[in-house]
């Protein structure tokens, strides 16, 4: 058996560490965005930038800066899509939480060679123009991981 130190030595080998860059934004779920952006507007006095529809998730999305951390705000176009589920289930909240990684395509490989079960094996269009996949909260300890790629930087 290896001594300790020479133990974390060998699992930063073995395990490249990926690092993300930045918390990309937090995603939260509501009913209507017509009666949860002025929560966010008039409450706590952050503008809405951007409303977008998402159609192949089934969800419109509007957005608000936080210094440089995104709130996302997902309101389901369809109740068989994944926010209209979410909120069947588990009501309005927190849905994910998203970090900005630099090359998507290895951050899954490497987080799938440590054992966490993938949603998306390969990234896929998300808002704002990004490219996303989500990690399954079973492995990671119930939260929903989203990874984000911006390839327009």
Known sequence: MLPRNQISIYF???????KPTHIEHIGIAVRSLEESIPYYENVLGLKCYAVEEVKDQRVKTAFFMVGQTKIEL????DPE??????IEKKGEGIHHLAFAVENLEEALSETAEKGIQLIDQKPRAGAEGLHIAFLHPKSTFGVLTEFCENKNK
């Open 12 to 18: 930063c080998r073995k395990f490249k560490a990926m």
């Open 74 to 77: 997902l309101e389901s176009t």
């Open 81 to 86: 899509g994944p926010i209209g589920k979410f």
